[in-house]
């Protein structure tokens, strides 16, 4: 780590001091869940483990549970992706480019979502379910969490629609192109980038989703971080849980990858309002 | 997200009459979806606690909910540690994000991109490994524990299952949108107010008090709205890092719908919850609608 500002040349300190406490308090908690998760032995009090490996990998993946809430989690991220995306990106396409009566305000109602206290609308919710017999059903939690990548699916391709250079889609539909080819090769291929990680951040905030999953789809339904909480709550093997941690780590690490675009300086923050 | 309505610069929407029905169609969907799943049941949460049956079957207008929530000694405990937490917690928030805020709006170079890549890294870490780190870093014999041992000192009393535990949680969980929020807000104070305020002899502080916080109390405000939002219903964190009793909230109400297999009680602290939060909620619609329509 370079210790002075190129264009500066005094010390940094200030920029020393909180690189310093951030990587004690982000890095450092996330380090040791690593290193448990390829510890065989760690015994208080030794400060490094006294012995490395994989074993509880093999171990963790020859769970069948793990294995069952792993497989559902993928089905139901994408389940829930697939129809988001079916739903939202028409909407969000006529949002962008349409003329309707109410499109200002049913645009802005989809904030309604994320202005309330999301466990109470939870069981709000729930209470509902109840009377429908969706409580602990695969498609409940499908509705539940669609409900969640509304905002997210319409707010975002609406941008990327609308940052479409309209003067190339005249242009082809100038020379003859009908309207859906001019969709499929002019505005597709410049929304494209950023409708993808639109796509890519609801699959991965649906695999993390917890709350939902764990009111509505309880008993029946163990997604792979409500297996972790009961993983935490009943202080098994303590590498099980580092292990799937690390695993579970990894999509999101590809979200972070892939979310740099979207997340680019103040864009995301104005988006919830600053 | 952020060009919605940029629309003095070209014609944002197509004026072709013909096309109004497809619109409306269009957006159906998940404008209906929205409305059964989230206006429907905040409403019905509303009605189905103030009209309901009483002993008789009778329907008629009946509080007794909410008389029971606010005569409930242990609910109103649960609601005191909510309303500790998410104050303590906003508190924190702006003690630790401002500073970092400002900082990172006024350097550059590589050292704060790399105290902003870190200040924005918790936003991709899921909060069941958050839970998990910190049980293994300031649990009962955890990390800090060792490292304390191996230097002679004692262990700390862990936050553990205390109402710490979720505080440090969600401070942690909450840090990277209220940085980002902060710094969003901090890019409206131009670099000339602060160096005309430093060449007439102003002080940090006194240019941190009387140009930057005016110009970016609205941030603040934003910032801890969308904190108080979060954090006053939030569950996994505290079910999993905060006592059993009293309970915030989240899990008071997951307990009495699920465990006490009480909805009617659940929905009235639902409610309850709602009502808390009412006014952050409208001000968060207010500042991103009047943001959008920029």
Not at chain 1, 36 to 43: D, K, M, P
Not at chain 1, 149 to 169: G, K, N
Not at chain 2, 197 to 224: E, H, K, M, T
């Amino acid at each position: 780590m370079s210790t002075l500002a190129p264009s500066r040349p005094r010390t940094d300190w200030t920029g020393i001091v909180f690189a310093a406490l951030l990587s004690a308090a982000i890095v450092f908690p996330l380090l040791v869940v690593g290193t448990w998760a390829f510890t065989e032995v760690w015994r208080y009090p030794n400060v490094i483990p006294q012995q490395f490996g994989l074993r509880f990998w093999g171990q963790t993946l020859g769970r069948p549970d793990v294995w069952g809430s792993l497989m559902l989690s993928l089905q139901l991220s994408t389940v829930v992706t697939l129809l988001s995306a079916a739903i939202c990106l028409p909407a969000a396409y006529a949002f962008a480019r349409m003329d309707f009566p109410g499109r200002t305000f049913l645009f802005f109602s989809f904030l309604a979502g994320h202005a309330f206290p999301k466990f109470g609308l939870l069981i709000a919710i729930a209470a509902i379910f109840l009377q429908l017999n969706l409580i602990g059903t695969f498609w409940g939690v499908v509705l539940i969490q669609l409900v969640g990548t509304l905002l997210f699916m319409i707010w975002i391709p609406v941008a990327a629609f609308q940052s479409v250079d309209r003067r190339m889609e005249e242009a082809a539909r100038d020379v003859g192109a009908g309207p859906f080819r001019v969709f499929w090769s002019v505005t597709l291929p410049q929304a494209g980038p950023t409708i993808a990680a639109a796509v890519l951040l609801s699959f991965v905030g649906t695999f993390y989703e917890t709350e939902g999953a764990w009111l509505i789809g309880a008993p029946g339904i163990r997604t792979m971080p409500v297996l972790m909480i009961s993983f935490i709550n009943n202080q098994m093997v303590i590498q099980f849980g580092a292990v799937l941690s690390v695993m579970l780590w990894v999509p999101s690490f590809i979200a972070l990858m892939f979310a740099r675009r979207v997340i680019g300086g103040g864009a995301f923050a104005r988006g919830f309002g600053a | 997200m952020t060009e919605l309505a940029e629309g003095g610069a070209r014609p944002l929407i197509e004026k072709t009459g013909s096309r109004r029905p497809t619109g409306l169609l269009l957006v159906a969907v998940p404008v209906l979806l929205m409305a059964w799943l989230i206006i429907w049941p905040i409403f019905n949460a509303f009605a189905r606690t103030v009209w309901r049956p009483d002993a008789d079957g009778d329907y008629g207008f009946n509080l007794s909910s909410y008389v029971f929530f606010f005569s409930d000694q242990y609910s109103i405990n649960n609601l005191t540690i909510t309303l500790w937490t998410t104050g303590m917690c906003a508190l924190l928030l702006l003690v630790i994000c401002l500073p970092i805020a400002i900082y990172l709006r006024f350097s550059h170079g590589r050292l704060p991109a790399y105290v902003q890549a870190l200040a924005i890294f918790p936003m991709f870490v899921p909060s069941i490994i958050l839970a998990y780190a910190f049980i293994r870093v300031l649990g009962p014999n955890g990390m800090v524990d060792i490292l304390l041992n191996s230097v002679g000192l004692p262990k700390i009393r862990t936050p553990y299952l205390t109402p710490w535990g979720p505080v440090i949680g969600l401070v942690w969980d909450n840090i990277p949108l209220t940085v980002l929020i902060l710094l969003a807000g901090l890019g409206s104070v131009s670099n000339q107010a602060i160096e005309a305020a430093r060449d007439v002899g102003a002080r940090r502080l006194q240019v941190f008090w009387y140009i930057i916080l005016p110009r970016i109390s609205n941030s603040v405000l934003v910032a801890i709205s969308f904190a108080v939002l979060g954090i006053f219903s939030s569950f996994t964190l505290p079910y999993l890092l905060g006592p059993a009793s009293p309970e915030m909230m989240g899990p008071f109400m997951n307990r009495t719908f699920r465990e006490v297999n009480d909805p009617l009680n659940a929905i009235t602290q639902a409610v309850i919850t709602f009502c808390f939060c009412i006014a952050f909620g409208l001000f968060y619609v207010r500042s991103v609608a009047r943001n959008q329509g920029k």
